[in-house]
Structures are given as C-alpha cells and as structure tokens.
C-alpha cells in the first residue's frame, strides 16, 4: 500500500521559515518524481515544487522560487520541503504527491497518490 | 499562461448523469487529467490521459477531450459522489502542471 505521511506543519510568523517533511512507504521512492502542492482555505489546487526521481534536480512554482527548496533523501524515502520568508498568502494545507514517473515532464508529472496534508499558518 | 476554465458548481439527483466541463486553448491537443476531492480529504486521480481510470476508480467515471472543452462524465451519480472535481494539464511555456478553479458537485 501507497503511504504518505506529511508533517512540520504550523503557526509562523511572517518572514519565518518552516520545513516540511513526507515520509513514503509501499514503493521505490527513488524511482519517482515527487510533489508538493498547496490549497490555500477555500481555495483550488496550486503546483508548489517538484523534484525528479533519483538524484535528479528541483522545480518551482514562479510564487515560491527563491524562498522555498525541494530536497529529498532517498536513503530515509523522505521529501522535505524548507520554506523561507513565508508571507501571509502562503496559508494553505500543503500536500505531498507521488508523481506517475521518474522525470519532470508532462507524461510522468501525473499526481496518481497524495498524502493528507499539512497546514501551515502565516500569521502574526 | 494557459488558463483552465470551470464552472463553480454542478447539481444532478441520485442516478443521473454528471458532466464537469474543463475549457482551455486548444485543450483537446493536450493530456487532461481529473481529482476529486472530498471535504477534508486529499484529491484522488480518477481519470488521467484524457479518459483512462486508475486501478479501483468505477467504470461509471469517464473521460473525452477534444477542441477546446475537456470532459468528466460521472454516470449514475451516487450521494458519494459530492466533492470538488479539479482538471488538470501540464503548462509547455513554464514546465509545471496547472489545475482549473475546480467544480462543486451537489446530490440533490
């Protein structure tokens, strides 16, 4: 069975930083591009950042790029997301998703399990 | 950028027909790919590729696309039905995937 499990979720202030993590289990975490992807409160779904499989590289969403950064550790099946001078409007649930392939491109980027979510307040 | 229109809201009665309708720029030249999300749940895939269902999705869930509307069909609507539907397409110009605004389903 497919398991993602995120956590690091909570209250910042803004300008402060956070750090998520996703724990997987029931696949080859190596194998697979893995997500992130945010809703803000009564909001639809918004792409955050992705990183390819293997040791491969990260993608950002223009809204992010520059205070937020993907990384993962194959070695524990952990993708973690380092959130930096967080602002008001990044208040959302942030979920984890596994990506149907290795690569970052259209036919592997395909968000097939998704864990349930972490929220993140930023708020003074 | 390319922008995915939906409409807000669909409501059908128990056992009717459901259509979510996805429009964009020449979307039937791209792969469309449907979630749904119940209310304080995370969004499950149930159609990808424009009309292929994952492994456990009904076959009462369908999927075309073609022109410039992408299409979720839900036959023989259930009460367990109700969620937000979302679509979904990969954007050439800045590499990243983008969802439409998504569509309430009401059973009434």
Same mark, same amino acid.
């Given at each position: ?16 930083? !956070? ?8 696949? /080859? ?8 992807? *945010? %809703? ?6 918004? =792409? ?13 969403? +223009? ?9 993962? +550790? &194959?070695?524990? &099946? /952990? !993708?973690? !997301? %380092?959130?930096?001078? !967080? *602002?008001?409007? +990044? ?8 990506? *149907?392939?290795?690569? =970052? &491109?259209?036919? +592997? ?11 993140? /307040?930023?708020?003074? | ?13 128990? #056992? ?14 791209? @792969? ?23 492994? #456990?999705?009904? $076959?009462?869930?369908?999927? @075309?696309? @073609? ?10 609507? $259930? ?11 990969? $954007?050439?110009? @800045?590499?990243?995937?983008?969802? #439409? #605004? ?7």
């Amino acid at each position: 069975e497919v398991l993602l499990l995120e956590s690091g979720g909570g209250l910042v202030q803004p300008g402060g930083s !956070l750090r998520l993590s996703c724990a997987v289990s029931g696949f /080859t975490f190596s194998s697979y591009a893995m997500s992130w992807v *945010r %809703q803000a409160p009564g909001k639809g779904l918004e =792409w955050v950042s992705a990183f390819s499989g293997g040791g491969g590289s990260p993608f950002y969403a +223009d809204s992010v790029k520059g205070r937020f950064t993907v990384s993962r +550790d &194959n070695s524990k &099946n /952990t !993708l973690y !997301l %380092q959130m930096g001078s !967080l *602002r008001v409007d +990044d208040t959302a649930i942030y979920y984890c998703a596994k990506n *149907r392939g290795f690569w =970052w &491109n259209p036919e +592997d980027s395909i968000f097939d399990y998704w864990g349930q979510g972490t929220p993140v /307040t930023v708020s003074s | 950028s390319y922008v995915l229109s939906q409409p807000p809201s669909v409501s059908v009665a128990p #056992g009717q027909t459901a259509s979510f309708t996805c429009g964009g720029n020449n979307i039937g030249r791209k @792969s469309v790919h449907w979630y749904q999300q119940k209310p304080g749940q995370a969004p499950v895939l149930v159609v990808n590729d424009d009309s292929d269902r994952p492994s #456990g999705i009904p $076959e009462r869930f369908s999927g @075309s696309n @073609s022109g410039n509307t992408a299409t979720l069909t839900i036959s023989r609507v $259930e009460a367990g039905d109700e969620a937000d539907y979302y679509c979904q397409v990969w $954007e050439s110009s @800045s590499l990243h995937p983008i969802f #439409g #605004g998504g569509t309430k389903l009401t059973v009434i």
